[in-house]
């Protein structure tokens, strides 16, 4: 496995490897409801590019694959983390994550699900809040982190 920078033809896998995990690995903390609604599958790929673009985006790759990506903006707010289900436990979102934090200005901040919030817990990250996030008049819980540096 190695890490690269984003490229702007990574975007439409990029979306569905977002999909796919939600849908798979977020499964066991989130309703079915909850789930489509976080990943409807239908992003807008032109505003996700520009994000990938504006912050700092790394991609996973194993085997011509992309099998996980992460970003952070200027500030410090790790935006998206996401390892492809199949691909899980291999140290992949430990590795992008490892890059991304090293990047950041001073303290990282992160929305972690119900699902990833041990994985930044293992990583020196808090809690500062549990959070109530409506999307598409679905609620879902995820937890406000931070890790100081």
């Given at each position: ?5 984003y490229q702007p ?50 991609v996973a790759v194993e085997g ?86």
């Open positions: 496995m190695f890490i690269r920078a033809s990574d975007c439409r896998e990029l979306a569905e490897l977002f999909y796919h995990t939600v849908h798979t690995v977020n499964g066991k903390d989130y309703s079915p409801e909850q789930l489509d609604a976080w990943a409807a599958g239908q992003v807008d790929l032109e505003q996700w590019d520009r994000s990938f673009q504006e912050h700092f985006s790394l011509g694959i992309i099998v996980g990506f992460g970003d952070m903006d200027s500030t410090g707010y790790l935006d998206r983390l996401y390892v492809h289900s199949e691909y899980q436990g291999r140290g992949i979102a430990a590795a992008l994550c490892g890059r991304l934090e090293a990047a950041a200005p001073k303290n990282v901040v992160t929305h972690a699900s119900i699902t990833a919030r041990p994985f930044f817990e293992k990583r020196g990250y808090r809690v500062v809040k549990e959070q109530q996030v409506e999307r598409k008049g679905i609620f879902l819980t995820n937890f406000v982190m931070v890790k100081e540096q």
